[in-house]
């Protein structure tokens, strides 16, 4: 089952902060979050898991709450070179991964 | 350059005709997957491979076939493609194996229409 992601999309102006939500109804082992801009494939962003701290990526940075099955992504100072679609991706067991993606968060960061 | 290099970017083609959309990586990486991409569906997973010989089905199997016969290679085949499997394709690849995790290195995308 995908995970749930919210919002679908947002609207943000230069220098604002977005929060781009993950849930899963499985118990989590790993998160994934990437950036796809139109046209190009989806770039890798970082990954969490389970029981590992968050992570940051210059001012994209993620947290993973394990008990609530929940990822969050967050945004600081957002740049237009931000926009695109976000998703993520969830890890269910703790070997091979067969990772399952959401349907993605459509992001629009205007001067 | 690492990549993961598919082909082609673009095809067209008619109901019931076989097709193969080619997917090799340079980087010695073990996994390899295939996604289908549709609008507000998000990427579904069609096949993966964790290591030559071995591949598993993922969400959307029906129709399609994958093979790993080379560790660089993993062709996604279309015996008989209908209107329905008109979609982007991505192929994906990663370092993991039974126990690491990384983030995957996807291809540049196949859109396949079928009429």
């Known amino acids: 089952q995908q995970p749930v992601q919210s919002p679908q999309a947002v609207i943000l102006r230069e220098g604002e902060d977005a929060v781009i939500n993950c849930s899963s109804s499985k118990a989590l082992y790993s998160v994934h979050w990437y950036r796809q801009k139109h046209g190009e494939a989806p770039v890798f962003l970082m990954i969490l898991l389970k029981g590992g701290e968050q992570k940051g990526h210059d001012k994209i940075s993620a947290s993973f709450n394990e008990k609530k099955q929940q990822s969050s992504l967050y945004l600081t100072a957002s740049q237009l070179s931000y926009s695109g679609t976000y998703f993520c991706g969830t890890g269910n067991s703790g070997g091979y991964q067969k990772v399952t993606f959401g349907t993605g968060t459509k992001l629009q960061v205007i001067p | 350059e690492a990549q993961v290099t598919q082909n082609p970017r673009y095809l067209i083609t008619v109901t019931g005709k076989k097709l193969t959309v080619t997917c090799s990586q340079n980087m010695n990486h073990e996994y390899m997957s295939w996604y289908r991409q549709d609008p507000g569906l998000g990427l579904r997973q069609i096949y993966y491979?964790?290591?030559?010989?071995?591949?598993d089905k993922g969400d959307v199997p029906e129709g399609y076939k994958v093979s790993r016969k080379e560790k660089r290679n993993f062709p996604l085949i279309l015996e008989s493609p209908s209107p329905n499997q008109t979609s982007l394709y991505f192929c994906?690849?990663?370092?993991?194996?039974?126990?690491?995790?990384?983030?995957?290195?996807f291809g540049s995308g196949t859109r396949l229409t079928v009429v």
């Open positions: 994906a690849s990663s370092p993991n194996g039974q126990g690491t995790f990384y983030g995957y290195t």
């Open positions: 491979s964790m290591n030559v010989e071995v591949t």
